[in-house]
């Protein structure tokens, strides 16, 4: 009845008609298995575009390290956070710290790294909330997540094997850490404390690509969005750098910046889906308790291989997603190949980038103290 509305129709032509409808297809949709799901359909869609991703709440549920027993720890998860790196319950909140084992000559020294990376998720989970659900649940599960950026280039550098022995005993170094640390704080040991997360701009800080991320090319412009205003926009600019309007949003600028991978001995396209899978695999039964966010790429002549893969892993995975690794045209991506000769010319164009002293706001506004003060026009 509703459809048959004239009104409805002219509001669905009308959404039809929007720019971003064909986009929506792109929304992080992720579908809920059961560990018996058939995944034909569902692998035709994901070869066509990347979506859906996917979870299965019976292995969040029932595990914790794929590798350990079933301990059924998270048996009330409803769910997991958008990336996919934390299972939680009704209310709960994410918790995590971010870690850079690269930066490491030593397992040991990694140790002295974790320790304070755990302290610092540790305390984090005893500040209450304004929600009285959400401090009950944090609370009951003092739920922290210790990251790892940086894993591709560790497993490159490392092995497998060696790969295997930092985590497995960076694992127990944390949970070591919980068991004394929770005892001294007078609160409950932390329900899970690992995971990988994908990470952000802050791996990009300290040189690294965030979680198991691989680089996508050896020569790639790197784009970021900034407010059309801004000081910083100004700056760089100036600078020489390419800056030019966002498609797509607002009072926003896209500035590009040319980059150059110098570490990893291989790039996306120099790896196989099945290779990427055994790594994601071990990160999930010997580090991450919690969850690990991924996307596996594939190529185009490994479309075929989906299905198969994700019939194969079942059982293994918390969640994943996937890739194509074909041109998406989409313009103004994150990250952008580029051949040496477009990264030179780029290099070539910019020089030091000096930064304007006052680039904050400093004014005090609205709230003082306990009050708050509400101006109207």
């Known amino acids: 009845l509703l459809k048959a509305n004239p009104a409805w129709a002219a509001l669905e032509a009308e959404i039809e008609e929007q720019p971003m409808r064909k986009y929506r297809w792109a929304s992080n949709n992720t579908v809920m ?20 991703g996917y979870a299965w709440p019976e292995v969040m549920k029932n595990y914790g390290r794929i590798s350990d027993p079933i301990n059924k720890s998270d048996a009330k998860s409803i769910g997991m956070n958008p990336c996919g790196e934390i299972t939680l319950w009704d209310g709960e909140l994410c918790c995590l710290s971010e870690s850079f084992p690269t930066k490491h000559k030593t397992l040991e020294e990694y140790k002295h790294t974790l320790k304070y990376a755990y302290l610092y998720a540790k305390v984090v989970s005893c500040i209450p909330t304004h929600n009285a659900t959400t401090n009950a649940v ?45 005892g001294w704080m007078s609160v409950g040991r932390s329900i899970k404390v690992t995971t990988v997360k994908p990470g952000g701009s802050v791996p990009l800080l300290c040189g690294i690509e965030g979680g198991m991320k691989m680089p996508i090319s050896r020569f790639y412009m790197r784009t970021i969005r900034i407010e059309e205003n801004s000081p910083l926009a100004r700056s760089i600019a100036l600078a020489g750098y390419r800056v030019e309007p966002d498609l797509t949003t607002p009072r926003t600028v896209v500035a590009y910046f040319p980059c150059r991978e110098l570490k990893a001995k291989r790039v996306s396209r120099d790896v196989s889906i099945w290779e990427q899978c055994e790594l994601f695999t071990a990160l999930q039964a010997h580090w991450s308790d919690n969850q690990v966010s991924a996307t596996i790429t594939f190529k185009p002549e490994e479309a075929g291989e989906i299905e198969r893969v994700l019939n194969i892993y079942t059982g293994r995975w918390k969640s994943v997603s996937f890739l194509p690794l074909w041109d998406h045209q989409y313009p103004q991506a994150p990250y952008i190949p580029c051949s040496e000769a477009e990264y030179e010319a780029a290099i070539a164009s910019v020089k030091p980038l000096v930064l304007e002293e006052d680039v904050h706001d400093s004014e005090d506004k609205f709230c003082s103290g306990d009050k708050c003060e509400i101006v109207i026009p």
């Not at 799901?37 to 990347?50: C, D, F, I, P, R």
């Not at 009951?140 to 497993?155: D, L, P, Q």
């Open 33 to 52: 298995c059961p560990t018996d799901q058939s995944y034909e359909a569902l692998a035709k869609q994901t070869v066509s575009n990347g979506e859906p």
């Open 138 to 182: 944090i609370a009951r599960n003092h739920r922290i997540g210790v990251s790892m950026a940086g894993i591709w280039e560790m497993y490159e550098t490392l092995g497998m094997r060696e790969c295997v022995r930092w985590w497995r005993e960076g694992f127990a170094y944390i949970r070591e850490l919980d068991d004394d640390y929770s």
